[in-house]
């Protein structure tokens, strides 16, 4: 089965949109679990900020992708 290629345009459009989706997705988690961690027992509030602290992290790292990938499209490198 044959594929197109795509354009470099084409594949970071693509990859952008998909991160923008995990983004979203990623802040209603950490919006969902603040609320939450409201409401826990004292005992499990440990093991869960563990949790959303990595879910902040990965927020971060998101975040970080979809800036490098705005930068290649409005600076794109020239062959040389």
């Known amino acids: 089965m044959f594929l ?3 354009s ?3 594949f970071y459009d693509g990859y952008r949109k998909r991160l923008e989706t995990k983004l979203k997705q990623k802040v209603t988690q950490i919006t969902r679990d ?3 961690l409201e409401t826990l027992p004292e005992e499990e509030k440990a093991s869960f ?3 959303l602290n990595m879910a902040v992290g990965e927020r971060e790292e998101i975040q970080q992708l979809l800036n490098q990938i705005r930068e290649q499209v409005e600076n794109p490198k020239k062959p040389d």
Do not use: G, H, M, Q
Request: hydrophobic content about 25%; cysteine-free.
């Open 4 to 6: 197109p290629s795509l």
């Open 8 to 10: 470099e345009e084409e």
């Open 34 to 36: 603040e609320r939450l």
């Open 49 to 51: 900020k563990v949790s």
